[in-house]
């Protein structure tokens, strides 16, 4: 059978840390830790990212779920290889592989090399 | 039968011990073929088995089963022939009309068949994909229990370059690639030599390049397709011939892979 993930994209426990973090331990070792704010800003899916393409516009006016802080209502499983977060604010499309969510780590050491820039391989569909 | 509501998150098949995809990036490699030999030959090896055809816009496997027109109002799915369970939206649409829907349609249908068809206990439940690596290959990934995939390829490097894509896909959503099989692998003509007619080593340099099983070679025989329209598969018409043979030892190879090889694990579930 063909190999599995490496350790470093199996994750052990997946819990919330608190009102406003969330952490995953991984199969290497990693301890991952994210704000809900970080990972509510890099949700993957197709109109997020678009709306991150677009300019800012200094006139747009703010839907009633973004003046919420950001905290996930649910996270069920995808397949075996991604999560799906359904947000406090209603939105509910992203989905969030496993390379992805490493990649998001706002551990410090993570941050000090990290660029955050979306894996090209990372599966974004909806 | 309606477009079933199926759910949309993973969900698990009790009564079926392992969930085979037969699949690969490009048509007209002969998966449908190579499905319905294999379904047969685990049939043959004393298996119970279901064969799901996840081909919502070109079922084939009605025609392969000889499963003619069906009125689904009055039928019970899914249908027995040869010793296996099949379930087609042939079934549902009869020999004249098309599939016309769009992909969350498909997913649909696709989940439905899987999840409120009364399968009963199977040991293995074969499912025939469609080509391309799109919302059947995801939705099947993104919320079935699949214990494998077996990639069908033919020897040349057109087929090839598809099928390399198919692993890819299969192994970034995590779904268990159990290994490539070339199809049409070369012809033994009647004067005893063997003619490589769409080259030949395909299958395994890709199995080699993607670090999985090579699981064999099918050859060609003119009787696979004959079999086929005549809706009796060249394993359960002619169990002897050379080609039938090749069926059975990739029984035997899948089913040793899935019975002594590491079941995937499940991702944990989130403490919120």
């Given at each position: 059978m063909a190999s599995s993930e490496p350790e470093s994209l199996t994750p052990t426990a997946l819990r919330k840390d608190g009102p406003d973090h969330f952490v995953i331990e991984w199969g290497d070792g990693h301890h991952s830790v994210y704000t809900w704010r970080h990972l509510?800003?890099?949700?993957?899916?197709?109109?997020?990212?678009?709306?991150?393409?677009?300019?800012?516009?200094?006139?747009?006016?703010?839907?009633?779920?973004?003046?919420?802080?950001?905290?996930?209502?649910?996270?069920?499983?995808?397949?075996?290889?991604?999560?799906?977060?359904?947000?406090?604010?209603?939105?509910?499309?992203?989905?969030?592989?496993?390379?992805?969510?490493?990649?998001?780590?706002?551990?410090?050491?993570?941050?000090?090399?990290?660029d955050h820039a979306t894996p090209r391989s990372a599966v974004t569909e909806v | 039968m309606q477009p079933p509501g199926p759910p949309s998150q993973k969900f698990e098949l009790p009564n079926i011990q392992y969930l085979v995809a037969v699949a690969s990036g490009k048509g007209g490699v002969g998966k449908s073929t190579v499905a319905a030999n294999l379904a047969l030959a685990l049939v043959k090896k004393g298996k119970r088995v279901g064969l799901m055809d996840a081909d919502i816009y070109g079922p084939s496997i009605p025609i392969m089963l000889g499963i003619g027109d069906v009125d689904p109002q009055t039928t019970t799915f899914p249908i027995e022939r040869h010793g296996l369970k099949a379930m087609s939206m042939g079934f549902l649409l009869g020999p004249d009309k098309a599939a016309v829907m769009r992909g969350p349609m498909v997913q649909k249908y696709l989940l439905g068949f899987l999840t409120q068809v009364d399968w009963g206990q199977l040991d293995y439940l074969l499912v025939d994909m469609p080509p391309g690596t799109?919302?059947?290959?995801?939705?099947?990934?993104?919320?079935?229990?699949?214990?494998?995939?077996?990639?069908?390829?033919?020897?040349?490097?057109?087929?090839?370059?598809?099928?390399?894509?198919?692993?890819?896909?299969?192994?970034?959503?995590?779904?268990?690639?159990?290994?490539?099989?070339?199809?049409?692998?070369?012809?033994?003509?009647?004067?005893?030599?063997?003619?490589?007619?769409?080259?030949?080593?395909?299958?395994?340099?890709?199995?080699?390049?993607?670090?999985?099983?090579?699981?064999?070679?099918?050859?060609?025989?003119?009787?696979?397709?004959?079999?086929?329209?005549?809706?009796?598969?060249?394993?359960h018409r002619y169990p002897d011939s050379d080609v039938a043979k090749a069926y059975l030892a990739l029984a035997e190879t899948v089913d040793q892979q899935l019975r002594h090889g590491t079941q995937p694990k499940e991702l944990p579930e989130v403490q919120l």
């Amino acid at each position: 059978m063909a190999s599995s993930e490496p350790e470093s994209l199996t994750p052990t426990a997946l819990r919330k840390d608190g009102p406003d973090h969330f952490v995953i331990e991984w199969g290497d070792g990693h301890h991952s830790v994210y704000t809900w704010r970080h990972l509510r800003a890099n949700c993957p899916c197709a109109s997020c990212r678009e709306e991150k393409e677009q300019p800012a516009n200094p006139l747009r006016v703010l839907k009633p779920g973004e003046l919420l802080a950001p905290t996930a209502v649910s996270m069920p499983r995808v397949g075996r290889y991604a999560y799906k977060i359904a947000w406090n604010d209603g939105h509910d499309t992203g989905i969030y592989t496993l390379q992805y969510l490493r990649s998001l780590c706002q551990c410090p050491q993570c941050l000090e090399k990290a660029d955050h820039a979306t894996p090209r391989s990372a599966v974004t569909e909806v | 039968m309606q477009p079933p509501g199926p759910p949309s998150q993973k969900f698990e098949l009790p009564n079926i011990q392992y969930l085979v995809a037969v699949a690969s990036g490009k048509g007209g490699v002969g998966k449908s073929t190579v499905a319905a030999n294999l379904a047969l030959a685990l049939v043959k090896k004393g298996k119970r088995v279901g064969l799901m055809d996840a081909d919502i816009y070109g079922p084939s496997i009605p025609i392969m089963l000889g499963i003619g027109d069906v009125d689904p109002q009055t039928t019970t799915f899914p249908i027995e022939r040869h010793g296996l369970k099949a379930m087609s939206m042939g079934f549902l649409l009869g020999p004249d009309k098309a599939a016309v829907m769009r992909g969350p349609m498909v997913q649909k249908y696709l989940l439905g068949f899987l999840t409120q068809v009364d399968w009963g206990q199977l040991d293995y439940l074969l499912v025939d994909m469609p080509p391309g690596t799109g919302d059947a290959q995801l939705a099947l990934a993104q919320t079935a229990p699949v214990a494998g995939v077996v990639v069908v390829t033919t020897p040349q490097d057109v087929s090839l370059n598809v099928a390399r894509r198919g692993v890819q896909m299969f192994r970034q959503v995590q779904v268990p690639v159990l290994g490539v099989v070339e199809n049409m692998s070369f012809f033994i003509g009647e004067d005893g030599k063997r003619y490589e007619i769409f080259r030949h080593g395909g299958g395994r340099k890709l199995a080699e390049e993607s670090d999985v099983p090579f699981l064999g070679e099918i050859p060609i025989d003119p009787r696979v397709a004959e079999c086929g329209d005549q809706g009796e598969p060249v394993v359960h018409r002619y169990p002897d011939s050379d080609v039938a043979k090749a069926y059975l030892a990739l029984a035997e190879t899948v089913d040793q892979q899935l019975r002594h090889g590491t079941q995937p694990k499940e991702l944990p579930e989130v403490q919120l």
